[in-house]
């Protein structure tokens, strides 16, 4: 791994537009809405797992390594680049206003909200090889933000699939999480990767009911807690997604959670991508196609929708992925 620091410690004001989380769904429900985050808890990953597509085996958890060996930044910022093969780094920040974080590569850009105490945040580098510039960046006033520290990273992964095998802050779960040992306790009861996704996709839809008061009331930078999701049995589409890729991803199955947009009436909405060599149907709902991502939508399944709304995933446009 090639890291070339830049460290442009100048004031440079950004303009940053928040990434709002308004979800409405009137076919289903009556709104389903998140925000963007304004913490980010520290994470953990699933221990390596077999290629994707091979026969399922229950990987267990483990922390993700971070060694702090590579490390970028200044007294306020430091980026640990040490886990950048496994898509994530992790990032620290410290100072008396907010702070924000940005990943950008030539095609992309995803800003968050960096924790201003000190408490660690993992960032998935989800736009795969590649030359990665990061930034942090502090509230100067209003929506103008000043430039603290920047480096480049040429990341090379293990597998295109390895940021969608880890949590983050926002598929946030740990080897002790709750929803990790459910997961692994519905996936005993198979032996494939689908027969795991098919127990989880049950799970959720039988005991998660939207929460249309949390969708009128979220604030932003709101994050989902997993645990707490599945304790309640209420969700909005945020929720369900990082519950979904949770589970899943625990289970070492590739997953992504998707925000974007879902027509005929241009819902911004949150939803799931799993990946399988495997082919054959996820209980009745849907057939599962081999060698590809395919689409799971937990708010609409859960909520009454059934896969003809779903159909080929032309009426969804994906816009962010973690």
């Known amino acids: 791994m090639a890291v070339r620091k830049r460290n442009r410690r100048r004031r440079q004001t950004v303009r940053l537009s928040g990434i ?32 994707a ?22 007294e306020q910022v430091q980026i640990d680049l040490s886990c950048t093969e496994l898509g994530v780094i992790a990032v620290t920040g410290r ?15 995803y800003t968050y909200d960096l924790p ?34 920047t480096t480049e990273v040429s990341v090379v992964l ?50 998660v009911s939207y929460d249309e008061e949390k969708a009128e009331t ?4 709101y994050l989902p807690d997993p645990d707490e999701i599945m304790q309640s049995g209420t969700g909005i589409c945020f929720d369900y ?16 959670m998707i925000f974007g947009y879902v027509s005929p009436d241009d819902l911004y909405h949150a939803w799931n991508m799993f990946y399988t060599d495997q082919t054959g149907w996820v209980l009745v709902e849907f057939e599962v196609k081999k060698g590809t991502w395919n689409r799971l939508d ?10 003809d709304f779903i159909g080929n995933g032309e009426n969804y446009a994906d816009l962010y992925c973690y």
Do not use: H, W
């Open 20 to 51: 709002l989380f308004a979800l409405l769904f009137a076919l289903i429900v009556s709104a389903c809405s998140s925000a963007p985050p304004e913490q980010a808890p520290t994470s953990a990953a699933p221990a390596e797992t077999k290629a």
């Open 53 to 74: 597509g091979e026969q399922y085996r229950a990987p267990g958890v483990s922390p993700t390594a971070f060694t702090g060996a590579v490390t970028e930044g200044n």
């Open 95 to 109: 100072s008396e206003k907010r702070l924000k974080f940005q990943v950008l590569t030539e095609t992309d850009t």
């Open 116 to 149: 201003s105490d000190g408490t660690q945040a993992v960032y998935p580098l989800q736009c795969g090889d590649g030359l990665y510039e990061l930034r942090a960046l502090e509230n100067i006033s209003e929506t103008k933000y000043a430039l603290l520290f």
């Open 158 to 207: 293990k597998d295109e699939f390895q940021p969608f095998l880890r949590a983050s802050s926002y598929v946030d779960y740990t080897e002790q999480s709750a929803c990790v040992k459910k997961a692994a306790e519905l996936a005993a009861q198979g032996s494939t990767s689908l027969d795991a996704v098919g127990a989880i996709y049950g799970y959720i839809c039988e005991t």
């Open 218 to 221: 979220v604030q932003s930078g």
């Open 241 to 256: 997604a990082a519950l979904a890729a949770s589970m899943l991803r625990s289970q070492g199955i590739p997953t992504k």
């Open 298 to 307: 937990l708010t609409f399944a859960a909520n009454g929708a059934d896969s």
